[in-house]
């Protein structure tokens, strides 16, 4: 359907042949879009929320200086990963868009398979004692504080690497998708995290 310029009533005709779109471009079209959804959707690539770690992990550690994590068990360290932390990782979060990553005590309370980022798990930032010295200082003290792995939208192994010995977050804690996958399978929802300057 066009619409006359001259007149405001509709003109039903046939498209220019160059504007016509064939049966075949159709399905190709059609087949694109759907590959598009799938990987924004991320379709089988992840477990469900309700998975349970299956490993005895009942402590993580990390020390910010040495852009590492150790995961636990009975005081033991059993696991150990380099992590890349906030751009601007130095000292203890106290608002929203600061770009540093917390020093505290919290727990890894919920997962989030879907997020924008490969296997996330939410860090209880901010706690009380945070709440209370961002409001001293009038600031929003933020949240939405994660262990995860590397943005979803990377594909390729020569994007990866420039993830790699570099701080990139916006405050979480980052690993490769690969040793998320072992945290994940590993680390129990309700475990403490320890984040050391």
Known sequence: MYFNAKHSHAIYRTPPRHRRIRPLGMHVLAALALTGLLGLTGCGSTPPVTQKATGPVDQVVVKKS???IELLSRGQVVRTYRVALG????GHKYREGDQRTPVGDYVLNWRNPRSNFYKAIHISYPNEQDKLASRQLGFNPGGMIMLHGLPNYIQSESMRRLYTNRDWTH????VQNHEIDEIWNLVPDGTPIRILP
């Open 66 to 68: 040495e852009r590492q």
């Open 87 to 90: 751009g601007s990782p130095n």
């Open 171 to 174: 405050g979480c804690i980052a």
